[in-house]
């Protein structure tokens, strides 16, 4: 009877060193900046570069000048800001599995209710990304339209598997 602790969820995860892990999601702001740069080489436009730079969120800057961690909707402006420059520039939208995951599941619980409606009771899947959010029957599209989706931006649901 002395384990059935380890039963529980909070304490049945073996100890592992968690010295790595940063707040905030920077490494995903970055990831989106170079999916954005890999977009603009292959479709090269200044205009829309400097569009996607402006639509950024500024550093948030501590009392020390040292850079705070990038909050969740820092990364949601700078997702959707990738997304509007590859429909500029007429690029494929290939947005980073854990930002546009992370993304979409912070959209999808602040979603207006008739977004809630369509995907309440099911699993939402990205069809290009590894990330999956929900439960029950699946829902699927590509990260990109289900981020339109979720986003408000497209009345293109996602759909269930063929």
């Given at each position: ?38 977009a ?49 520039i007429?690029?494929?939208p ?69």
């Open positions: 009877m002395s384990d059935v602790w380890r039963e529980l969820p909070l304490f049945g995860r073996a100890r592992v060193d968690e010295s790595g892990v940063r707040s905030g999601w920077d490494d995903d702001l970055a990831a989106v900046r170079e999916a954005a740069r890999a603009l080489e292959a479709h090269p436009d200044a205009a829309a570069a400097d569009a996607f730079e402006a639509a950024l969120p500024a550093p948030r800057l501590r009392r020390d000048g040292t850079p705070k961690p990038v909050r969740l909707a820092e990364l949601d402006r700078a997702v959707y800001a990738y997304l509007d420059l590859c429909a500029r007429g690029a494929e290939a947005v980073p599995a854990r930002a546009g995951g992370a993304v979409a599941l912070g959209r999808a619980a602040s979603a207006p209710t008739e977004i809630r409606a369509v995907i309440a009771g099911h699993s939402i899947r990205a069809t290009d990304a590894d990330w999956t959010f929900g439960r029950g029957p699946v829902l699927e599209d590509t990260a990109a339209a289900l981020l339109d989706f979720l986003g408000g931006r497209s009345l293109r649901a996602p759909h269930p598997p063929a």
